[in-house]
């Protein structure tokens, strides 16, 4: 009897407890839902619904990811590799089919394990998945949360697949040219292969492949390219290029599969 006591008497404090502090914990619960639904989220292998009130920025703050300076230092100091990421591969990867590539379950699985995988000496580059300032981006995320929720690895670092694109319009116009010097190290007296579409002609018409040693092209496809990516390793493989060789892949979402490879 006495021991029911002690408990029925525990039980009325508590709740005298949480009546006498209520608006507090509803205030806390109100201040911190959003980020606790958003992280239960993120943590399931499959998130089943749809929860409105997360942003980006808080969705994807935990994962760990490189700027575009500090990105670009790795692959010059360490003669790193990186397979950037953009909205056509993670369309891929979300099953959508794109002007320039058909759906293809191979080239699927293929980008879906190299955003995921740690491989030794290769980056992988992803837009900023939080913070993001540029327009287009800020759109996306919004309409592909869930998506990039389902298949980024959480535990992995990312790197800035921005790296090329220091010409866009949110671009410190000031620090470009010296970027631009920067850049151009990665090739500096070195031979170049550059694997391209039929219509890219990447650094024909300017100066920015003018301290590289030599460079070699070689022309593919511009839309399906895929459909011939065994025939172009293979073609690579045969030309027997030096190791020192740096390989631009300028390829649409083929070509993080080719620099896996």
Not at 193 to 214: H, V, W
Not at 228 to 256: C, F, H, P, Q
């Amino acid at each position: 009897w006495n021991i029911k006591m002690k408990y029925i008497n525990l039980k009325i404090i508590f709740i005298i407890f949480l009546l006498f502090n209520l608006k507090y914990i509803l205030y806390y619960i109100k201040k911190n839902y959003q980020f606790l639904f958003c992280q239960n989220c993120l943590n399931k292998i499959n998130i089943t619904s749809d929860c409105f009130q997360c942003t980006p920025d808080i969705l994807f703050k935990k994962i760990k990811f490189v700027n575009r300076d500090e990105t670009l230092n790795e692959i010059i100091n360490n003669k790193k590799s990186i397979a950037r990421f953009g909205d056509g591969e993670f369309g891929i990867i979300f099953g959508n089919e794109l002007r320039f590539q058909k759906l293809n379950q191979t080239l699927k699985e293929k980008l879906s394990y190299i955003l995921k995988a740690d491989i030794p000496n290769l980056l992988v580059g992803i837009i900023q998945l939080y913070r993001n300032r540029n327009p287009f981006w800020i759109d996306w995320l919004k309409k592909n949360k869930f998506n990039i929720g389902k298949i980024i690895n959480k535990h992995k670092i990312y790197h800035c697949a921005s790296i090329t694109r220091f010409y866009q319009p949110n671009a410190n116009k000031s620090l470009i040219k010296n970027y631009i010097i920067k850049f151009k190290k990665l090739w500096n007296n070195r031979n170049i292969l550059i694997i391209e579409g039929e219509q890219t002609r990447l650094g024909i018409g300017n100066d920015l492949f003018n301290n590289a040693k030599s460079i070699k092209r070689l022309i593919c496809p511009s839309e399906n390219a895929f459909n011939i990516y065994e025939k172009i390793i293979a073609y690579i493989k045969n030309m027997k290029l030096d190791k020192n060789t740096l390989i631009l892949i300028s390829l649409g979402d083929r070509k993080s599969t080719r620099l896996n490879s």
